[in-house]
Each structure stands twice: as C-alpha cells, then as structure tokens.
Nanobody, 118 residues
Framework: QVQLVESGGGLVQAGESLRLSCATSGSIFSFAIKSMAWYRQAPGKQRELVAATTRGGNTNYADSVQGRFTISRDNAKNTVFLQMNSLKPEDTAVYYC??????????WGQGTQVTVSS
C-alpha cells in the first residue's frame, strides 16, 4: 500500500523559511510516477496547487509562490521537497503532498500545518 508522509511544517514569522519533505513508502517504482506535487488548503478556501514536478524534471508553480518556493525531488528515494522562503502570512495553510501515477492512481498525504505570523 502506497503511503505519503509529510513533515517539516511549523510556526514561523513572516520572512522566514521552512522546508517540507514528503516521504513515500509502499510499492512505488520511479518510472511509474507521472508527477509529484504540493497543494495547500487554507481555512475556508479550496485546495490549490502550489508546485509540481514531473518525472522528466519539469516544474510549475502557482503565481503566488513563484520565486519564493522551490520544489525538488529525489528520484532514488521517491521523496519530494518544498523549500519555502520569504514566507508570508497568506502562505498559512495545511500543505499536502500528492503523487500521480501514469496508471491514473492519485495519492495524498495527511497534510502538515504551516503557520506564518506577521
């Protein structure tokens, strides 16, 4: 059974940085993974894509985090990271790791809370 476990969230002040990690376990083969991504959901808002990376190394970011956040991936360990710099109060949300396979399977982690105080 595939599992995704996020870590690295916490409470920081505006302008500070955090690094989120998403570790995977289970029957995962790197060649079967289409993309890995980070989403976030703030209270009262819909879940939104923050950043994504494909198996080929392409990345895309939400406009609101472009230039501040960086997504990276360790293909050997099927782990994905999100480096978040210059954090703003509006970045406060629960951050979720997502993995999509070419087969169409879609997996989610349980989420990690990021709170940015002003």
């Amino acid at each position: 059974q595939v599992q995704l476990v996020e870590s690295g969230g916490g409470l920081v002040q505006a302008g500070e940085s955090l690094r989120l990690s998403c570790a995977t376990s289970g029957s995962i083969f790197s060649f079967a993974i289409k993309s890995m991504a980070w989403y976030r959901q703030a209270p009262g808002k819909q879940r939104e894509l923050v950043a994504a990376t494909t198996r080929g190394g392409n990345t895309n970011y939400a406009d609101s985090v472009q230039g501040r956040f960086t997504i990276s991936r360790d293909n050997a360990k099927n782990t994905v990271f999100l480096q978040m710099n210059s954090l703003k109060p509006e970045d406060t949300a629960v951050y979720y790791c997502n993995m999509k396979r070419y087969s169409g399977n879609d997996y989610w982690g349980q989420g990690t809370q990021v709170t940015v105080s002003s």
